[in-house]
């Protein structure tokens, strides 16, 4: 498994583009992105579980009933939830990119991603489909990457190559992420492209499997989303013979999926806002998987841990607290805590109660920009990894003005 | 019901007092407080859900089982948990203080609240008990209410007059509040007195019922602590005819009891961690108490809220939000939201979609000290209240570096 360049147009017969239509006013923000197959593809989603959901989910939720897509079309700087006319205006944006290019507009999945409860006009992206179009290129997945972004720093976007039946596959994607993000299924809006060839309904297990262990595992803020999805598109072009079944090829295709989701959950934790830090949570020695996801979250998403983190502060206390109020069935009494990080690890934590540490140790350890909170449970073997940020003045002040 | 002086020292028979003992590093910060009845009390208390627990929970849950106490100890700057001695430092200081009162160990609650997982010497406490005794007084409720704050601003502190069965009672209580403040059961410090005579049994059960309408409801941080409760102590020196039923007399408990609790579940949230504004949710319409309640607290939860309440951004977006991912049964479609304050009221929201509204006006009433955001989910007769704070620059740099 080797990690190749190329983002989501590193698969087969993938172009992408991004460009600036006008949803933004600032015309150096590019805000409408597409992804397109040469060949028409399977496809699969999984969608937030907020109730109250962005027009462009419901939409796309039709379109893929048949397990089938070609193209991906996703603005940013408005949502697209909480409008009157929100559908209309999503599907009439599939039916614009159907005809651009010659394909039904049904297999168009749609997206949208800003503020919630304006009103988004379709005059800017119809103007903006035709150089949109224009531009598809082999080259383009930086600027479909950048196209969906919001208050997102850095682009995301990764490719792996994998062997499958002797042939060789791609599997790459684009994610935006930063706020507004909390494990309920899919949070935050991920676009996924492969040349394997897999039927609908594997494609459908394998993402709906592994965002268990991945997407479901970040957290920024403790805001479920109210428009995020995770696609998937498998165009068959690497030419292998198609995945219909559990098997070994399943379980190859399930590691490249994996290796890409991962790489796309700490570049959306590390990018979280204001964040200054990757916190990353491993829970080992769980009674079960529940309960290792459980505390895992739990602790990622510990405001006073995050901000103890930010002032790379060793307050494990509030580990444990974290742990307590999780609702995982844990034995106080038996959990280890470690911090670990660039700068070495330092125990904090045995039997839960606290034991002598190195504060000077633990300051350069949590100094870092990368932290590993280790959780030993020693009560089974279970184990998951949540992703999260620390808490910074820059979360507040980017959050406490957004619309303006 | 009127408002009275005297806090938790306004009911017949209670004295209080707070001194500097040596827990907390500087002199000039009280950290042990101790109420006390002159006659054997009826006792009640809720305490926290977390599993780690701290110590002085386990003890004075052991105390309270014969629902009889005569007083409250409790030392802030250090929360007496995950200590491996930390049972042991409890049931000591409850001891001396039982010495020094004249009365059974047992009739002792003890409380503590700071850090966690930092050793408790029994010194400190032992050197000051005499003083802290020996300055009991009826005017002492400031100095008790002063010396349980951690990071709290002001003091917090309420009594209130009503009469029952043609005798004048009264119930007055403390609280400490400001960080790891989530509803889960108690969730902050709080001692209650009262002169009422009412049973154990339905101390308890008054406790119980109320607490779920209004110290349940409040949340800083979204961190359910380790260390809270809420107590209380009646003592039936007012000389009514003992409650012990359910009835008119109770109904005026309870209603005595709801005046003090909310008030100081309004200054803990008011005075949270950096907070600069008390938001308060009100929920209309739900189908059910449950969702009203659950909706209530998504929205006060929701950090992206809590920011933009901050910046007085009226991005009521994240009120349908915070309401979508709650949980609770609603139908988006039905939603209205007005933001309200001193500087008036302004609908932003009708029917889960946006409605035209002046940001000035709207910049004026998220300008005030105390916001309203009103919830209409039009679904229903159940109604619920709960109580916040914004985020702040502050909250993060308090939580930053809280142990050093």
């Known amino acids: 498994m080797n990690t190749i360049p190329g983002g989501v147009c590193a698969a087969l017969g993938f172009t992408a583009n991004g460009v600036h239509c006008g949803i933004r006013p600032n015309r150096r923000r590019r805000d409408l992105a597409l992804i397109a197959s040469s060949v028409p593809a399977r496809a699969a989603a999984v969608y937030t579980t907020n109730r109250v959901k962005g027009a462009p989910l419901t939409v796309t939720r039709a379109h893929l009933a048949d397990g089938r897509a070609q193209a991906v079309i996703c603005n940013s700087g408005n949502a697209n939830t909480c409008n009157w006319n929100g559908a209309a205006i999503a599907e009439d944006t599939a039916a614009l990119v159907g005809d651009a290019l010659g394909i039904a507009a049904r297999d168009v999945i749609v997206a949208s991603t800003g503020v919630i409860g304006e009103p988004l006009e379709l005059a800017p992206i119809a103007a903006g489909i035709p150089a949109l179009v224009a531009g598809l290129s082999m080259d383009g997945s930086a600027e479909a990457a950048e196209a969906i972004m919001t208050t997102d720093t850095v682009r995301k976007e990764i490719a792996v190559e994998f062997t499958l039946d002797g042939r060789t596959c791609r599997l790459g994607g684009i994610a935006k992420g930063s706020g507004m993000i909390h494990p309920n299924l899919a949070t935050m809006l991920v676009f996924l492209t492969t040349d394997a060839a897999i039927s609908a309904e594997m494609l459908q297990a394998a993402l709906s499997t592994d965002v268990q262990a991945t997407f479901n595992m970040v957290s920024i ?35 490249a999926l994996n290796t890409v989701t991962v790489q796309l959950c700490r570049s959306i934790a590390a990018d979280g806002e204001g964040a200054t830090k990757l916190l990353e949570c491993v829970v080992t020695g769980a009674r079960d998987a529940r309960a290792a996801r459980t505390v895992a979250k739990s602790v990622v998403c510990s405001s006073l841990l995050k901000a103890a983190m930010f002032g790379a502060d060793a307050n494990w206390g509030r580990v444990l607290c974290a742990i307590g109020y999780s609702g995982a069935d844990v034995d106080p009494a038996k959990i280890d805590v470690t911090f670990r990080s660039e700068a070495g690890a330092v125990a904090v934590c045995q039997n839960g109660a606290g034991i002598p540490f190195s504060e000077e140790a633990a300051k350069a350890v949590l100094s870092e920009p990368e932290i590993e909170i280790l959780v030993g449970l020693n009560d089974g073997d279970a184990a998951s990894t949540a992703w999260g940020c620390d808490l910074t003045y820059d979360y507040v002040k980017i959050n406490g003005d957004y619309r303006t």
Chains 1, 2 share one sequence.
Do not use: H, K, Q, W
């Open 221 to 255: 803020d403790g805001d479920t989303s109210t428009n995020d999805m995770v696609a998937i598109l498998a165009n068959g072009m690497a030419g292998n013979a198609e995945i219909t079944a559990p098997g070994a090829d399943f379980d190859i295709f399930m590691r």
